[in-house]
């Protein structure tokens, strides 16, 4: 968390509000303001607060061979893991602040959790989102209890009228990785270790806001040094692996303003969650934007979770194949957030399903008779595929006359059924043409 508005002097208030005692110093080589003593604080503190949410196992076990449990950490209210953050920074805030109030600029789920907890400890909240916004995130932070401002085009006219506003005694928050968010954050990490027994490997996003996996690592290493701590992020954006190659936060990278991305393909914002990652985490693997497809798809059908892509990017490692080691093992993911837009929601789940190779397409020629179309769809019934579209082309075929191209997409129950299908097309009409994905 950067807290830009006078934040030496407020940082420096909210640590010392955190019980500070010297008979750990095991992580004080990696980062000097977070320590496990830290992170039991901010657990208690924050209990109320926020859920304790399941750590269930999965019925995309037995798929995947090792025993998988799923953190749901999009549970929380907000459908975010960011709460856990937030609320322990806004309660650690000193009580002259609590009373003026607080500023963000943003349409991240970090803003969604400023404005929904600020309004629920009486903090008065003020969110600047841009004009770009989509009204579902404006009318969720409204709800939430936020004076919602729109200003600007852009994310940075936003934060620079945020700034403006500032100077009137609100406090502007910024995500970063300061030791009392790095704690809230860092809670995940308890939960998973006290719901399940005998952990191999935790699986956590990564990407530019790793401050979920850094925390997690310092909760989990302190209390087993022999789970292994994973990071995933997006191989378009491999923002984490890049910073830890140069040992320092890189801004180089081309990221993505897709909503689709969110956090995974932001900046790297500190210092400390860098230190925290390089020291404590095992490993960081990248991975396709099709893995992530296909491990959103997986959670909907096997788990009815409807996540994001920030959700779906642990799951998507065992997708992908990277992670052999983990065979056999008993591996906990944990997903992070749910706040995937609706029309988005559509386009994921469509375009998955044809990577997954469960929706086709084919083209053929056939007589212009009513004989014939029903001959195919024989066929496709016999095969047991559901048809989802068919459309017949008869002014521009440039075949013989009397003849209609037809072009249909159907619904198959997996890659070995398509096959099936295809065969039993082939056999029939050796012509037809299939549309690769």
Known sequence: MKIVNRNEELLRDALSRIPQSSSRTSLSSCNKLIRFEDISAAAFKIQCGVQKTPCVYSRLSKQYGMDIYLKKEFLQYTGSVKERGVLYLLTSLPQD????????ASDSNFSMAVAYHASALRIPVFVIMST??????????REYGAMVISYGTTAKDSQTHARRLSQNGYLYLEEEDSAVY?????TVGLEVYEQVPKLDAVIFPAGGHCGLLAGSAAALKHLNPHISVIGVESESFPVLQQSLKAGHPTEEQACSNHHFYGDVSGLCFGSNSLQLTGKLVDKVVAVREENILISMLRLLEYERATVDAEGAIGLAA??????????????AIVICSGNLELHLLQQCIARALTLDNRVCRFSLV????PGDISKLLEILSREEVRVLDLKQERTFVTSELFTVEVTCTVETRDKIHT????NALLERYPTAAWTER
């Open 419 to 422: 096959a099936q299908l295809r």
């Open 366 to 369: 056939i007589s212009d008779s």
């Open 132 to 141: 770009s916004t989509s009204p579902a995130r404006v009318k969720l932070c």
């Open 318 to 331: 065992l997708v992908a194949g990277k992670l052999p080691e983990l065979k056999g093992k008993r591996v």
């Open 97 to 104: 602040q609590q009373r003026k109030g607080v500023i963000v």
């Open 182 to 186: 790095l704690s809230g954050l860092g």
